[in-house]
């Protein structure tokens, strides 16, 4: 793989990381100019260190840990400016937590696409009117022909059968 391909592939990494460590920020740090303003520092440190990243491990965690050091080198700033500040074990504990959420709510989202892709188009559908536009099921059973019940049942099954899915990708990943 050229360095070109690797730093492409870096670059989605980064980005797909963006809302993990968001959240991760939005959990240390209270003001959201400050979240974005460190944001940006550890977007900036995550590529200066892309040649230290080991392509056969997790890149989330890793990231959230680089995020939480820039979050301390803030707090150190904040600190030296005569503003009440976190202390670093409070700090640590509050990353601990954040961190292990992101990866578990990051490792879910991406069970969902893979399980949702292998619905049938139908159901994809279906879900797709009902939960990304917000179509009331009653307008979805109007347009289909069939009754809301009929309608409630089957996105109730989809529901189970992508909880089942999600579940068992979520294990093999874990693995």
Known sequence: MSDSDLDEEYVALIAGSQPALRG????????????DDVLQETNTVLWRKRQEFD????????????????????FKRVRNHSQSAV???????????ATSRAVET????????????????EHRQLVE??????TPVNQIASQAGRSADAVSMTLYRIRKVLMECIQK???????
């Open 24 to 35: 991760l920020l939005r959990a240390l740090i209270r003001q959201a100019s400050d979240v």
């Open 106 to 121: 990051h490792a879910h989202s991406a069970a969902l696409t893979h399980c949702m892709e292998k619905l049938p188009s």
């Open 55 to 74: 392509r056969d491990r997790p890149f989330l965690p890793w990231a959230c840990r680089i995020a939480q050091l820039q979050s301390l080198a803030y």
């Open 129 to 134: 009117r009902r939960y990304c536009d917000a």
């Open 87 to 97: 202390d670093e074990q409070t700090l640590e504990q509050i990353a601990a937590v």
């Open 169 to 175: 990708q979520v294990a093999r990943e874990a693995q």
